[in-house]
């Protein structure tokens, strides 16, 4: 139904809701998670959402990529605390990112700075989300927001970086979206530092890190791009 690829495994939702993750090694069943249906995989550690709404997530605590802060070792699935309501979820480098059926959306991980802490927490200013997508780059976790009235939003929750209007954002404005441009967005992608959108209208808008070509032109850092 729903298939993620991170740096080191991949993870699937089966039809019948149960989850598969692999790696090099094999692949094996989520043992407790069920009637999930969608999958996020970040730097050691993986998450669910399910059906109810809650999230579970599995495998190395030390990132506080488990919802419970910082913790030594590897863990089985479990359930975040405080997270409820979530209708999508999306997972950088270091940090995961869940919608809510408010419109509203909440981080945790290493760099949820918002609060000061690691536990979940609202990033301010979000209330019409209804999907999102992470570009997992070593230096930053960009967050891309679709919303209910057709704009993308971009976001970083750790080293200031792009969002497909210029450069750099400052350590303050990080921590709170930007818009990227006016866009029916209907389906979008996130690499390791560049976006793509596909317009309603048929043609695809992408930005971001430059520095291979990924935006589709010979240019470098960070105008949007139309083709």
């Known amino acids: 139904v729903e298939m993620t690829l991170g740096w080191h495994e991949g993870c699937a ?6 989850v598969l993750c692999w790696t090099h090694t094999g692949a094996t069943a989520v043992v407790g998670v069920t009637d999930a249906i969608d999958v996020a995989v970040s730097q050691g550690a993986s998450c669910a959402l399910r059906r109810a709404g809650d999230v579970w997530c599995w ?38 990112c869940v919608v809510l059926g408010t419109g509203e959306v909440v981080c945790w991980g290493g760099g949820t700075a918002p609060s000061g802490t690691y536990a979940p927490s609202a990033i301010p200013a ?24 057709g704009r993308l939003l971009a976001f970083s929750l750790r080293t200031p970086w792009v969002t497909g209007g210029y450069s750099m954002l400052s350590d303050v404005t990080s ?32 930005w971001g890190d430059n520095a291979h070509g990924e935006v589709g032109d010979a240019g470098e850092c960070c105008d949007p791009l139309t083709f």
Request: proline letters at 4%.
């Open 126 to 149: 979000l209330s019409t989300a209804d999907r999102i997508w992470a570009g997992n780059g070593r230096a930053a976790d960009i967050f891309f927001i679709g919303t209910t009235d």
């Open 13 to 18: 939702v089966r039809r019948s809701g149960s």
């Open 59 to 96: 495998g190395a605590g030390g990132g506080a990529l488990l919802g419970r802060g910082p913790e030594g070792g590897s863990f089985p699935a479990r359930v975040v605390p405080g997270v409820s309501g979530a209708v999508a979820i999306a997972a950088g480098w270091s940090d995961v």
């Open 175 to 206: 921590f709170f979206p930007s818009r990227v441009a006016t866009m029916s967005v209907g389906i979008g992608l996130a690499g390791s530092e560049t976006g793509c959108g596909l317009l309603g209208d048929g043609t695809s808008w992408c």
